[in-house]
């Protein structure tokens, strides 16, 4: 089994920043896919950000050139810098990660449990 935490939610200002944590544990070999999804009520969970193995990244359009996904993989960790927040980047955040259990196993997907972000004047 796999824990996936998360932190640094919260409310902040339109134009400010926050930085997401996610901290992976438990039975895991590797990591390939990391990466931040996010929902608001009423809609699909939606990708943000993601990162392969080999630091390649993946943004969605929107926040493009304002967010910033990296990891750490000695810590089994993903972070995600977001910038220049706006009213539409509020939702719960969730981190996500394909675990590999063995050397021969096929990958398995983890969520965290979800962390608000609230961006509000």
């Known amino acids: 089994q796999v824990q996936l935490v998360e932190s640094g939610g919260g409310l902040v200002q339109p134009g400010g920043s926050l930085r997401l944590s996610c901290a992976a544990s438990?039975?895991?070999?590797?990591?390939?896919?990391m990466g931040w999804y996010r929902q608001t009520p009423g809609k699909e969970r939606e990708l943000v950000a993601q990162?392969?193995?080999?630091?390649?990244?993946n943004y969605a359009d929107s926040v493009k050139d304002r967010f910033s996904v990296s990891r750490d993989n000695a810590k089994n960790r993903v972070d995600l810098q977001m910038n220049s927040l706006k009213p539409e980047d509020t939702a719960v955040y969730y981190c996500?990660?394909?675990?590999?259990?063995?050397?021969?196993?096929?990958?398995?997907?983890?969520w965290g449990q979800g962390t608000q972000v609230t961006v509000s004047s």
């Open positions: 990162i392969n193995s080999g630091d390649r990244t």
């Open positions: 438990g039975s895991i070999f590797s990591i390939d896919t």
């Open positions: 996500s990660a394909n675990v590999r259990h063995g050397i021969w196993s096929n990958t398995r997907r983890y």
